[in-house]
Antibody
Framework: EVQLLESGGGLVQPGGSLRLSCAAS????????MNWVRQAPGKGLEWVSG????????YYADSVKGRFTISRDNSKNTLYLQMNSLITEDTALYYC???????????????WGQGTLVTVSS | DIVMTQSPDSLSVSLGERATINCKSS????????????LAWYQQKPGQPPKLLIY???TRESGVPDRFSGSGSGTDFTLTISSLQAEDVAVYYC??????????FGPGTKVDVK
């Protein structure tokens, strides 16, 4: 069974940093692109960032480009999101999501983790 | 960026009746080389992560009840729930994965029981 378990969320002041992790199991991690998607309280879904299976290619939404860095450690089956210069608008539940198709970056997402909550507030 | 819109914002449907949700993309998500529409539908129940229902616009994910169906091509798509069940109360999102980055979602349609 595929499992994705996010961690690392919490309360942080504006301008601060946080690193999210997503521990994956139940599939061959290296062959799937992975993504971060966030959902602000009571709002819709916003794709944040994606990374190819090898980690060689990374992609970002304009809203986080230059502030967030996605990475992966394929030896540990773990996905990361380093978030710097956080602003209040970054407050959201952050989901880790696996690409449905092997090798493809242009992908829908299946499954999603349960999410980790990031709150940016002074 | 491809902008996704959905209609209606919300709908109330009686149990056993049909629910229809529309999704429109600002440009075609049909990839001519493989004739596939890069369009997915998700269901999100309260307190849960989204769940993939439909991909390639009309292919049901394994385990998804056959009362859920997707149709459309190019820029106009529809998710139909043929006979609404109580457990189908949720918010439904469409997503395009034709153009990345960014992958974009529609704003969601809330479905509840009349």
């Amino acid at each position: 069974e595929v499992q994705l378990l996010e961690s690392g969320g919490g309360l942080v002041q504006p301008g601060g940093s946080l690193r999210l992790s997503c521990a994956a199991s139940g599939f061959t991690f290296t062959t799937y692109a992975m993504n971060w998607v966030r959902q602000a309280p009571g709002k819709g879904l916003e794709w944040v960032s994606g990374i190819s299976g090898s980690g060689a290619s990374t992609y970002y939404a304009d809203s986080v480009k230059g502030r967030f860095t996605i990475s992966r450690d394929n030896s540990k089956n773990t996905l990361y999101l380093q978030m710097n210069s956080l602003i209040t608008e970054d407050t959201a539940l952050y989901y880790c999501a696996k690409g449905r198709q092997e090798w493809e970056v242009n992908n829908c997402f299946d499954p999603w983790g349960q999410g980790t909550l990031v709150t940016v507030s002074s | 960026d491809i902008v996704m819109t959905q209609s209606p914002d919300s709908l109330s449907v009686s149990l056993g009746e049909r629910a229809t949700i529309n999704c429109k993309s600002s440009q075609s998500v049909l990839y001519s080389s493989n004739n596939k529409n890069y369009l997915a539908w998700y269901q999100q129940k309260p307190g849960q992560p989204p769940k993939l229902l439909i991909y390639w616009a009309s292919t049901r994910e394994s385990g998804v009840p056959d009362r859920f169906s997707g149709s459309g091509s190019g820029t106009d798509f529809t998710l139909t729930i043929s006979s609404l069940q109580a457990e189908d109360v949720a918010v439904y999102y469409c997503q395009q994965y034709y153009s990345t980055p960014p992958i974009t979602f529609g704003p969601g349609t809330k479905v509840d029981v009349k």
